[in-house]
């Protein structure tokens, strides 16, 4: 049994900064790469950064230099650090764990999502 729990996601005005969590926890054995993805009004799901187990880290190009992804794997959490916050940034985002279990093989676990929006 799994659970990806994001939080963080608040109102911040243009320009402003946010930093989002995921923790993920239950009978967990190993993870590997996490992630987050967001999910504007009427837009389809979109990557926004992975990092793998060794730390190797990807970003979407309209986040590149503003957004950065970490982790805490004693913690089993995923952060992602956003500066710089554009309008164009506001949606809901999800977390994402490529993990294994003690009875299941390495496969992606989503959360549910936290909102983020930004307005002045």
């Known amino acids: 049994h799994v659970q990806l729990v994001a939080s963080g996601g608040v109102l911040v005005q243009p320009g402003g900064s946010l930093r989002l969590s995921c923790a993920a926890s239950?009978?967990?054995?190993?993870?590997?790469?996490m992630g987050w993805y967001r999910q504007a009004p009427g837009k389809d799901r979109e990557l926004v950064a992975t990092?793998?187990?060794?730390?190797?880290?990807n970003y979407a190009d309209s986040v590149k230099g503003r957004f950065t992804i970490s982790r805490d794997n004693a913690k089993n959490t995923v952060y992602l650090q956003m500066n710089s916050l554009k309008s164009e940034d506001a949606a809901v985002y999800y977390c994402?764990?490529?993990?294994?279990?003690?009875?299941?093989?390495?496969?992606?676990?989503w959360g549910k999502g936290t909102l983020v929006t930004v307005s002045s």
């Open positions: 994402n764990a490529d993990l294994s279990t003690f009875f299941k093989r390495s496969m992606p676990y």
């Open positions: 239950g009978s967990i054995l190993i993870i590997n790469a």
């Open positions: 990092i793998t187990s060794g730390g190797s880290t």
